[in-house]
């Protein structure tokens, strides 16, 4: 892992609680960050991973993958990624924190199910086009999301859509069988050919 992007976990003071998922929990935080003897402070997600006796169990292994994926994408369609600590045998990835468009309701999933959001066609379909924008830009870096829902998927206050959750995620290798055309792959069920 890149180093320079340890961060001080004194530097940030949880908030509340705005996502739970199977490998931890993820809160609104406030960083503050020491700039030239002044200190100022942004709000902030911060994902922990579920408190572990062992610093190299599964969990904290999965949180540094999903950092290690994280810290080298820069897409306006991606979460960004700030930095990383290790507090209270807790893995925690400091990330842009999307701004809700209306409380409870911050992803594509809750949006559509509401409708309440201005989601015409027209919306829709701009949000049809920064998903695939940012699903081309990961596969150009050889990443596989492989979690793509519409879950998955922040929309902040100016209706910009923003993939997360990158804790499945895998890069291909040259030998994967995505980079073999003749092959086939099974997948849930379907039988695809590339």
């Known amino acids: 892992m890149d180093a320079s992007l340890q961060i001080s976990g004194c530097n940030i003071i949880k908030g509340t609680l705005i996502g739970k998922g199977n490998f931890g929990e993820v809160y609104k935080c406030i960083w503050k960050i020491p700039n030239a003897g002044k200190l100022?402070?942004?709000?902030?997600?911060?994902?922990y991973t579920i408190p572990c006796h062992d610093?190299?169990?599964?969990?904290?292994?999965e949180a540094q993958k999903e950092f290690n994926i994280l810290s080298k994408l820069e897409h306006e369609n991606i979460v960004q990624v700030y930095g990383y600590f290790v507090e209270n045998n807790q893995f925690a990835i400091v990330m842009e924190y999307i701004e809700h468009v209306q409380e409870y309701r911050n992803?594509?999933?809750q949006l559509l199910l509401h409708l309440e959001f201005g989601t015409s066609l027209e919306t829709q379909i701009n949000w049809m086009q920064q998903a695939?924008?940012?699903?081309?830009y990961l596969h150009s870096q050889k990443i596989i999301h492989r979690d793509i829902k519409s879950l998955?998927?922040?929309?902040?206050?100016?209706?910009?859509?923003?993939?997360?959750?990158?804790?499945?995620?895998?890069?291909?290798?040259?030998?994967?069988?995505?980079?073999?055309?003749?092959?086939l792959e099974q997948c849930d069920g379907w039988r695809l050919k590339y």
């Open 40 to 47: 100022s402070q942004i709000t902030v997600a911060v994902k």
């Open 55 to 61: 610093l190299d169990s599964k969990f904290i292994a």
């Open 107 to 109: 992803n594509l999933h």
């Open 132 to 136: 695939t924008k940012a699903v081309h």
């Open 152 to 183: 998955n998927f922040l929309v902040n206050k100016n209706k910009q859509l923003k993939i997360c959750d990158f804790g499945l995620a895998k890069y291909i290798n040259s030998t994967s069988i995505f980079t073999k055309k003749e092959q």
